[in-house]
């Protein structure tokens, strides 16, 4: 299988909560490199707004500020910081067609990220214009190719591929993807994709060898100097 020649790639990860503290990460992968992987961004989520729980009626505390908007600003940094990444990769919580208008106009980089299977997807740009959009998971595609495809709210067309594998238990599980780059052949896509697991590896790290779940910490300020110190300590390991 041909690996993809690349500079780099950012892998976002999704809001994750340790010891109270939520928080995301972008995470820098070089295959051209040993295959490095190397935190590059992080931010905590400070949840200061109150609100009433419609369902529950209690109070609960959300972010002001989206998980979209913090999204772009983390990689909106990583440009500014000048580093060199061709890719992004994020798991289905940031697929949003807003995200991708973002990496694609404003950051100028190519994408691959998951998709639920209910999206509304056109089959070529006659049907997009029509506004004729169906479910992905009504899509036919052979198993081993791709097929482009026009999303609902996104203005430029995407690579599919999908994935059928065998969980575990022995159930069934179906993986869509999607890219923006689009001369990619399947195994590029799954292989690039992939890439995304050292991002799990990472978040392991940070809570077995780096000590993040032992903050004593109670304040936003606390937290984030706590949060530096364990990705120093991931960075030196």
Not at 114 to 126: G, Q, Y
Not at 189 to 211: C, D, F, G, M, P
Request: hydrophobic content about 35%; overall charge positive.
């Amino acid at each position: 299988m041909k690996m993809i020649s690349c500079v780099g790639i950012i892998t976002m990860l999704r809001v994750a909560r340790v010891k109270g503290i939520n928080f995301m990460t972008t995470l820098y992968h070089s295959p051209l490199h040993g295959g490095v992987s190397l935190p590059v961004g992080f931010q905590l989520i400070a949840k200061t707004e109150h609100y009433l729980d419609s369902e529950t009626q209690q109070e609960k505390r959300r972010s002001p500020i989206s998980k979209n908007m913090y999204y772009q600003r983390l990689l909106q940094a990583c440009v500014k910081n000048n580093i060199n990444f061709r890719y992004v990769l994020n798991d289905v919580w940031y697929a949003s067609a807003e995200n991708m208008m973002f990496a694609r106009h404003t950051l100028k980089k190519y994408f691959a990220m998951p998709l639920r299977s209910n999206r509304k997807v056109a089959l070529s740009k006659t049907e997009k214009r029509r506004g004729k959009y169906q479910s992905l998971d009504t899509v036919t595609i052979q198993e081993h190719t791709t097929r482009k495809i026009y999303l609902e709210g996104v203005d430029f067309p995407l690579l599919l591929v999908k994935q059928v594998f065998v969980n575990g238990d022995g159930s069934v599980g179906v993986l869509y993807l999607v890219t923006s780059h689009t001369t990619l052949s399947y195994g590029q896509i799954t292989t690039l994709y992939h890439t995304r697991w050292h991002v799990e590896e990472y978040y392991k790290s940070l809570k077995q060898n780096a000590s993040l779940e032992t903050s004593p910490t109670r304040t936003l300020a606390h937290q984030t100097t706590h949060f530096f110190a364990a990705l120093c300590d991931y960075i030196k390991l």
